[in-house]
Every structure is written in C-alpha cells, then in structure tokens.
C-alpha cells in the first residue's frame, strides 16, 4: 500500500488555516442567521451550533482514523481528497467548539463592542497544531495497520 503524507497535507491546509478563518467564521455566521431565519432565536443558534461542531469534531477523527484502518487499494487513491475534507470540516469544527470558551453567546448576539466574533479567528488558529496532531495520529493510524 502506497505510504500516505497525513502530515505534508495537514501542513499544507495549515498555511491556508492562517488565512481562511474569517470565511469560515462568516461562514458559522451564516448557519446561525439561518437558523434564526427559522424562528430559533440567536443565542439558542449559537448553543445549537456549539453543541453540533463539537459532537462532529470528536467523533470525526475517530470516523476517519476506522476509516483509514479498513482502507482497500482501491479507496487509496481518494484518501487524499478526503482527507483535505476532513482537515477543513474539522478546522470548523474545532473553530466552533472552542468558540464558546472564549464568547458567550450574549456577546455574539447582542454587544457591538468592535470584537464581535473575532474569537472565531482566533479559535480557528488554534485548531491548527490540533490538526497537525491528528495528522500525527493518523499516520501512526496506519503505519500500525500496516504491519
């Protein structure tokens, strides 16, 4: 089986990482404002979306790491595009999930103080080295399935 770089792509993604966390933290924006738009009010979209992005950002590495552990030739080839898949879904997810650590849901909502939602950029930086550590994971993942 060809050996996977988990660590070069997540590096990779990670010089990315330091640019996109306004879009994607405009992009949870977007999810809470539509989530209002169905009637749920904006600190409850907040609760709803925190609680989502860290029950996905848990329990994806562990999709991911069986994933990799029952891997054919076959699937191979498409490990890389999914893998990038993983790597951005989780970048959000972490970005999300520590959100709630740093803010308060009254705050995102409400105050208008000029940092509204920049702990989301900041949040979204600190999931890189987490990244880069489940990279880790994953190359040993599959280097001791390989044996």
Request: glycine residues 6%; hydrophobic residues 40%.
């Given at each position: 089986m060809e050996n996977i770089n988990f660590i070069k792509s997540?590096?990779?993604f990670s010089i990315l990482g330091l640019f996109?966390?306004?879009?994607?933290?405009?992009a949870l924006l977007g999810i809470q404002m539509l989530l209002s738009a169905f009637g749920i009010e904006c600190t409850?979209?907040?609760?709803?979306?925190?609680t989502i992005t860290t029950i996905l950002g848990i329990s994806l590495p562990f999709i991911?790491?069986?994933?990799?552990?029952?891997?054919?030739?076959?699937?191979?080839?498409?490990v890389k595009s999914k893998f990038t898949i993983f790597n951005l879904v989780e970048y959000v997810c972490i970005q999300s999930?520590?959100?709630?650590?740093?803010?308060?849901?009254?705050t995102l909502?409400?105050?208008?103080?000029?940092?509204?939602?920049?702990?989301?950029v900041f949040t979204a930086?600190?999931?890189i080295p987490i990244l880069?550590?489940?990279?880790?994971?994953?190359?040993?993942?599959?280097?001791?399935?390989?044996?």
């Open positions: 997540t590096l990779k996109i966390p306004g879009f994607t933290a405009v409850v979209s907040w609760k709803i979306i925190w991911f790491a069986n994933y990799i552990t029952n891997i054919t030739d076959e699937k191979l080839k498409k999930s520590l959100g709630c650590y740093f803010s308060s849901s009254n909502c409400y105050v208008s103080d000029g940092q509204n939602g920049l702990e989301l930086w600190l999931a880069i550590l489940l990279s880790f994971v994953f190359k040993e993942t599959i280097s001791y399935t390989e044996e």
